[in-house]
C-alpha cells in the first residue's frame, strides 16, 4: 500500500511535540482495509542496527495529524 509506505520512518510527535520513536510498521484491518495502528521504534543507531526490541503500539484513533512528522493528540482530545 502506498500510504503506508509513506509512513514508515516518519517521527511521531506527541502533543507537547516531544518525539517518541518513529513508525518501523502499521497494522491495518485487511476486511476494512483501515490503518489500525502504528508500530514504532525507539529510533537511534541501535534500531538501525536491529538491536533494539523496544516497540510502541498507537492506535490510530489517538493520531491528530499526519505531515512531514505525525502529531497525536493530547488526552483531552
Same mark, same amino acid.
Given at each position: 500500500?502506498?500510504?503506508?509506505?509513506?509512513?514508515? %520512518? =516518519?517521527?511521531?510527535?506527541?502533543?507537547?511535540?516531544?518525539?517518541?520513536?518513529?513508525?518501523?510498521? #502499521?497494522?491495518? *484491518? !485487511?476486511?476494512?482495509?483501515?490503518?489500525?495502528?502504528?508500530?514504532? %521504534? =525507539?529510533?537511534?543507531?541501535?534500531?538501525?542496527?536491529?538491536?533494539?526490541?523496544?516497540?510502541?503500539? #498507537?492506535?490510530? *484513533? !489517538?493520531?491528530?495529524?499526519?505531515?512531514?512528522?505525525?502529531?497525536?493528540?493530547?488526552?483531552?482530545?
Amino acid at each position: 500500500m502506498r500510504i503506508v509506505e509513506e509512513i514508515v %520512518g =516518519k517521527e511521531v510527535l506527541d502533543n507537547t511535540a516531544v518525539i517518541i520513536g518513529k513508525v518501523k510498521d #502499521v497494522q491495518i *484491518d !485487511m476486511e476494512t482495509n483501515t490503518i489500525e495502528s502504528l508500530v514504532l %521504534g =525507539k529510533g537511534g543507531i541501535s534500531e538501525g542496527l536491529g538491536l533494539s526490541k523496544g516497540e510502541t503500539i #498507537v492506535p490510530y *484513533d !489517538m493520531v491528530k495529524k499526519i505531515g512531514d512528522k505525525i502529531l497525536l493528540k493530547s488526552a483531552m482530545d
